[in-house]
Nanobody
Framework: VQVVESGGGLVQAGGSLRLSCTASGLTFNQYTMAWFRQAPGKEREFVASHVHKDGSTYYADSVKGRFTISRDIAKNTVYLQMNNLKPEDQAVYYC?????????WGQGTQVPVSS
């Protein structure tokens, strides 16, 4: 199983960025997909998730209304569209795939936000 994030990079506050996460080696539509992030000196925290069973989405309060998670089953890819980025969004963003039996993490992609 491979989980690979991409799309990170330096962005100015107020700007937008779209992260991608492609999973291979697993049955993509049987996994809930989620994004987490970890800022320097802080614990990893939940950002957003997309549930495979019914397409429900969930967001951390800090990103509601600014971030959108979506899934492209044909591409085995989940996206995180991030708008109106704030300096406090600066972190390494990780993709997580979860099923009833297992879960996998990507290596992370950095999102520096300049003020």
């Amino acid at each position: 199983v491979q989980v690979v994030e991409s799309g990170g990079g330096l962005v100015q506050a107020g700007g937008s960025l779209r992260l991608s996460c492609t999973a291979s080696g697993l049955t993509f539509n049987q996994y809930t997909m989620a994004w987490f992030r970890q800022a320097p000196g802080k614990e990893r925290e939940f950002v957003a998730s997309h549930v495979h069973k019914d397409g429900s989405t969930y967001y951390a309060d800090s990103v509601k209304g600014r971030f959108t998670i979506s899934r492209d089953i044909a591409k085995n890819t989940v996206y995180l569209q991030m708008n109106n980025l704030k300096p406090e969004d600066q972190a390494v963003y990780y993709c997580n795939t979860v099923s009833t039996y297992d879960h996998y993490w990507g290596q992370g992609t950095q999102v520096p936000v300049s003020s």
